[in-house]
């Protein structure tokens, strides 16, 4: 995953490398974010299904935990590691 600062908010995106993101039909993806510090229920899911999503309305400083998974033919893979984001 990587992310890049614009303008107050920020992107998160996911490379392919799940076997799931492979081949013709790539699939989607679903992305959850959670606040710092993570518990089991503090992961919400993020609007969108491209492996990139925008991060706003956060104050600036804020630490967001962000994850994906793929998801092709209704199967979905193992979430990734989350990765921290600080908003700017």
Known sequence: MRRAASNARTRAAVEETS???????????????????????????????????????????TRLWVRFAAVKYGQQSAWSTPVMLTMR
């Open 19 to 61: 076997p799931l993101w492979r081949g013709p039909l790539h699939g989607t993806t679903v992305a959850e974010v959670s606040p710092d510090p993570i518990t089991a229920t503090s992961w919400a899911l993020m609007p969108g299904a491209g492996k990139q999503r925008k991060l706003s309305g956060y104050a600036s400083g």
